[in-house]
């Protein structure tokens, strides 16, 4: 039976030993409640002091978008970030301050969904460092896109499911439909690769017609709520539509124009960083795991990374919302011991290439891969305001 569906579990404690720990309460406890808090309070302090002036791609034009009132920049718009950051009367500390608090928010929700999971306290702290440190995630936290709001609300998710699923009751079954509607209004392409998820959360945890019904209904009344404001915004606005973008995204999809040096060049864009940021989780592949979560982890990993390896990739900073599964295979797997180790490597590993990378010399393609595709998004990205790509002029600050 999985850990989804006990309580029983095979964890590491505070000083990595292992223990036989038992958690039925239904309730998550006070203590892990304060725990995760003081974690969350440092990822808002480490983030706040490695932020970033307004540079990184759609910031300057979500700013902009904001003071012209318009809310909008492209398909599929971002309309409720954008409102979000519009109610702060400095929309650039607005949109930075949200990115802070979806990181230390998400840092104390994951913490919870290990415990939940029935992670001991060492395994969850561990595994939330790990889950924190990630360089592009870091660096989502410093911008002013919207991917930090994936830091947040993929691990909510399934913590609210969790929290249904020991006691079902009609609100929490409410706040999980709005969780996906509200994520997926952040950032909707993130949501679109999570409607899997969020249906095997369904099927596993939510019985009955009228149930599921209720909790589609909300997901789908909270995206309307936040779909049709966005229409309107984009038609006003004349943003260009969505289908205008297929020409120029197909030189780079291995599914449209098969193997060509851009499609090669999309795919080294998925590979490289995602390497670079786990290479030392890759054991976790071979470890044992209950299958139920092997389930559920590949339902959130395998659509956004198939879309990313066939059809497009631009930057790490989209693996945002599936690094929390990433880090939840390795933390869920045994031996826990092991797991631990190689979580504690992963963090001390990008840690310190998030805040000492520095670009390697020379203009060779493995030199340029390195430099746009790794040391772009850690802090020398952020200080030196690094723009330029290697498809245009590839300029290393």
Same mark, same amino acid.
């Given at each position: 039976?999985?850990?989804?569906?006990?309580?029983?579990?095979?964890?590491?404690?505070?000083?990595?030993?292992?223990?036989?720990?038992?958690?039925?309460?239904?309730?998550?406890?006070?203590?892990?409640?304060?725990?995760?808090?003081?974690?969350?309070?440092?990822?808002?302090?480490?983030?706040?002091?490695?932020?970033?002036?307004?540079?990184?791609?759609?910031?300057?034009?979500?700013?902009?978008?904001?003071?012209?009132?318009?809310?909008?920049?492209?398909?599929?718009? #971002?309309?409720?970030?954008?409102?979000?950051?519009?109610?702060?009367?400095?929309?650039?500390?607005?949109?930075?301050?949200? $990115?802070?608090?979806?990181?230390?928010?998400?840092?104390?929700?994951?913490?919870?969904?290990?415990?939940?999971?029935?992670?001991?306290?060492?395994?969850? &702290?561990?595994?939330?460092?790990?889950?924190?440190?990630?360089?592009?995630? &870091?660096?989502?936290?410093?911008?002013?896109?919207?991917?930090?709001?994936?830091?947040?609300?993929?691990?909510?998710?399934?913590?609210?499911?969790?929290?249904?699923?020991?006691?079902?009751?009609?609100?929490?079954?409410?706040?999980?439909?709005?969780?996906?509607?509200?994520?997926?209004?952040?950032?909707?392409?993130?949501?679109?690769?999570?409607?899997?998820?969020?249906?095997?959360?369904?099927?596993?945890?939510?019985?009955?017609?009228? =149930?599921?019904?209720?909790?589609?209904?909300?997901?789908?009344?909270?995206?309307?709520?936040?779909?049709?404001?966005?229409?309107?915004?984009?038609?006003?606005?004349?943003?260009?539509?969505?289908?205008?973008?297929?020409?120029?995204?197909?030189?780079?999809?291995?599914?449209?124009?098969?193997?060509?040096?851009?499609?090669?060049? $999309?795919?080294?864009?998925?590979?490289?960083?995602?390497?670079?940021?786990? &290479?030392?989780?890759?054991?976790?592949?071979?470890?044992?795991?209950?299958?139920?979560? $092997?389930?559920?982890?590949?339902? &959130?990993?395998?659509?956004?990374?198939?879309?990313?390896?066939?059809?497009?990739?631009?930057?790490?900073?989209?693996?945002?919302?599936?690094?929390?599964?990433?880090?939840?295979?390795?933390?869920?797997?045994?031996?826990?011991?092991?797991?631990?180790?190689?979580?504690?490597?992963?963090?001390?590993? =990008?840690?310190?290439?998030?805040?000492?990378?520095?670009?390697?010399?020379? $203009?060779?393609?493995?030199?340029?891969?390195? =430099?746009?595709?790794?040391?772009? #998004?850690?802090?020398?990205?952020?200080?030196?305001?690094?723009?330029?790509?290697?498809?245009?002029?590839?300029?290393?600050?």
């Amino acid at each position: 039976m999985s850990k989804l569906s006990k309580a029983s579990e095979f964890t590491v404690d505070d000083e990595g030993s292992t223990t036989l720990e038992q958690d039925s309460e239904e309730h998550i406890r006070l203590a892990d409640v304060g725990q995760a808090s003081l974690l969350g309070l440092v990822v808002f302090i480490s983030r706040y002091l490695t932020k970033g002036p307004v540079y990184y791609v759609d910031g300057p034009i979500l700013v902009r978008c904001i003071l012209d009132r318009t809310y909008v920049i492209q398909p599929p718009g #971002y309309w409720l970030f954008a409102r979000l950051g519009g109610l702060f009367g400095d929309p650039a500390f607005g949109l930075q301050f949200l $990115n802070e608090t979806f990181s230390a928010l998400g840092a104390v929700v994951f913490f919870l969904l290990c415990r939940k999971l029935g992670l001991g306290k060492g395994m969850a &702290w561990v595994a939330s460092v790990c889950y924190e440190s990630i360089f592009f995630v &870091w660096l989502a936290g410093d911008i002013h896109s919207s991917y930090a709001s994936q830091i947040l609300f993929p691990p909510l998710l399934v913590l609210l499911f969790l929290l249904y699923g020991k006691r079902k009751t009609t609100p929490r079954l409410i706040a999980c439909g709005a969780c996906f509607a509200i994520g997926t209004g952040l950032r909707p392409s993130d949501g679109g690769f999570l409607i899997l998820l969020f249906a095997i959360l369904i099927v596993k945890f939510v019985h009955g017609l009228r =149930n599921r019904a209720l909790v589609v209904a909300t997901a789908v009344c909270g995206c309307l709520g936040w779909y049709l404001p966005g229409q309107a915004a984009s038609r006003a606005a004349h943003i260009v539509p969505m289908e205008s973008y297929i020409e120029i995204v197909r030189p780079m999809s291995l599914l449209l124009s098969g193997v060509q040096p851009r499609a090669i060049g $999309n795919t080294v864009r998925v590979v490289l960083p995602l390497s670079a940021a786990f &290479w030392m989780l890759i054991p976790t592949l071979s470890l044992k795991r209950e299958r139920f979560e $092997n389930c559920i982890l590949a339902a &959130w990993i395998a659509p956004g990374m198939l879309f990313y390896l066939l059809i497009y990739m631009a930057d790490p900073v989209y693996f945002t919302y599936l690094t929390a599964a990433i880090v939840l295979l390795t933390a869920l797997s045994r031996p826990r011991i092991l797991a631990f180790r190689m979580m504690v490597l992963c963090a001390v590993f =990008n840690t310190s290439l998030f805040l000492f990378a520095r670009p390697l010399t020379g $203009n060779g393609r493995v030199t340029q891969a390195i =430099n746009f595709y790794i040391v772009k #998004y850690c802090e020398y990205g952020i200080k030196h305001q690094w723009t330029s790509t290697i498809g245009r002029g590839g300029i290393v600050p």
